[in-house]
C-alpha cells in the first residue's frame, strides 16, 4: 500500500510532466516537432536536461507524449463543445466555430498545432507520423458523423454526401489556421464562419457571422 510520501511524488512527477508537455506543445507550433529537443526544452523550463530524461527517453518518445497532450487540448477546445451541441447541424456549427475561437483565444502561439503537424511529418515515415495521421483521421469521422445525423435529421439536402462535406469543412479549418498564422491573427476569422455557415446553407447566419471578430 503506497504510503502517502510516495502518492505525493507520484502527484508531484505528474504535475511536473504536465508542465513540461504544455510547455513542449507551445514550443511545438513555433519551432515544429522536429525542432523540438530535449536541450531546448530544458532551457524554456530552466530545467536539466537529465531531469527532462527521467520523463521522456528519446526525442521520439517526447514527440509522442507532445501530440497525447496536444491532443487532449484540441478535445477539450474544439471536440467537447460541439459534442454537448444540438446533434446534426448544431454541431456542425459548433465543432467550426469552436475551432475559430481555439484559435482567436490564442491558446497556442503558432494556431493549431496540427495543421502544422500534418504537413510537417506528413513525408516522415514512423510512429509519430502514424499518430498524427491517426488523430486528423478521427477527427474527420467525427465530421462525417455529425454530417451524418445531419442528414438523418434532414437539416441538409438529401442529396449531400458527409464524406464531402466534411473533407470542404477541414479544408475551411486548415485555410483559416494557414491565413491567422501568416497574418500573425490581425486577419478576422470571420471569413472563415461565413464560409461554413454558406456552405451549410445557413445564409442568415453567414452574414451576422461576418462581424463576429469585430466585437
Same mark, same amino acid.
Given at each position: 500500500?503506497?504510503?502517502?510520501?510516495? #502518492?505525493? $511524488?507520484?502527484?508531484? !512527477?505528474?504535475?511536473?510532466?504536465? *508542465? @513540461? =508537455?504544455?510547455?513542449?506543445? &507551445?514550443?511545438?507550433?513555433?519551432?515544429?516537432?522536429?525542432?523540438?529537443?530535449?536541450?531546448?526544452?530544458?532551457?524554456?523550463?530552466?530545467?536539466?536536461?537529465?531531469?527532462?530524461?527521467?520523463?521522456?527517453?528519446?526525442?521520439?518518445?517526447?514527440?509522442?507524449?507532445?501530440?497525447?497532450?496536444?491532443?487532449?487540448?484540441?478535445?477539450?477546445?474544439?471536440?467537447?463543445?460541439?459534442?454537448?451541441?444540438?446533434?446534426?447541424?448544431?454541431?456542425?456549427?459548433?465543432?467550426?466555430?469552436?475551432?475559430?475561437?481555439?484559435?482567436? #483565444?490564442? $491558446?497556442?502561439?503558432? !494556431?493549431?498545432?496540427?495543421?502544422? *503537424? @500534418? =504537413?510537417?511529418?506528413?513525408? &516522415?515515415?514512423?510512429?509519430?507520423?502514424?499518430?498524427?495521421?491517426?488523430?486528423?483521421?478521427?477527427?474527420?469521422?467525427?465530421?462525417?458523423?455529425?454530417?451524418?445525423?445531419?442528414?438523418?435529421?434532414?437539416?441538409?439536402?438529401?442529396?449531400?454526401?458527409?464524406?464531402?462535406?466534411?473533407?470542404?469543412?477541414?479544408?475551411?479549418?486548415?485555410?483559416?489556421?494557414?491565413?491567422?498564422?501568416?497574418?500573425?491573427?490581425?486577419?478576422?476569422?470571420?471569413?472563415?464562419?461565413?464560409?461554413?455557415?454558406?456552405?451549410?446553407?445557413?445564409?442568415?447566419?453567414?452574414?451576422?457571422?461576418?462581424?463576429?471578430?469585430?466585437?
Amino acid at each position: 500500500m503506497a504510503t502517502n510520501r510516495q #502518492r505525493k $511524488t507520484r502527484a508531484d !512527477g505528474e504535475r511536473t510532466r504536465r *508542465a @513540461i =508537455l504544455h510547455e513542449a506543445v &507551445r514550443l511545438a507550433t513555433l519551432d515544429g516537432l522536429e525542432g523540438l529537443s530535449i536541450g531546448n526544452l530544458a532551457d524554456a523550463l530552466g530545467m536539466s536536461k537529465s531531469g527532462l530524461y527521467a520523463h521522456f527517453g528519446s526525442k521520439e518518445e517526447l514527440q509522442l507524449a507532445v501530440i497525447d497532450e496536444a491532443g487532449g487540448i484540441f478535445r477539450a477546445e474544439v471536440i467537447d463543445p460541439a459534442i454537448a451541441a444540438p446533434p446534426g447541424l448544431g454541431q456542425l456549427v459548433a465543432v467550426c466555430d469552436a475551432f475559430f475561437d481555439h484559435l482567436k #483565444r490564442r $491558446t497556442l502561439p503558432g !494556431g493549431c498545432f496540427f495543421a502544422g *503537424a @500534418i =504537413l510537417e511529418m506528413g513525408t &516522415r515515415p514512423g510512429r509519430v507520423r502514424e499518430r498524427v495521421s491517426a488523430f486528423q483521421a478521427d477527427f474527420l469521422r467525427l465530421l462525417r458523423s455529425f454530417a451524418a445525423a445531419a442528414l438523418d435529421r434532414e437539416e441538409l439536402p438529401a442529396d449531400e454526401d458527409p464524406e464531402l462535406l466534411a473533407f470542404e469543412l477541414n479544408g475551411i479549418i486548415l485555410a483559416a489556421n494557414a491565413r491567422f498564422v501568416l497574418s500573425d491573427g490581425a486577419d478576422g476569422l470571420g471569413v472563415a464562419r461565413t464560409a461554413t455557415r454558406r456552405r451549410l446553407g445557413l445564409a442568415s447566419d453567414a452574414r451576422a457571422a461576418a462581424t463576429w471578430d469585430s466585437v
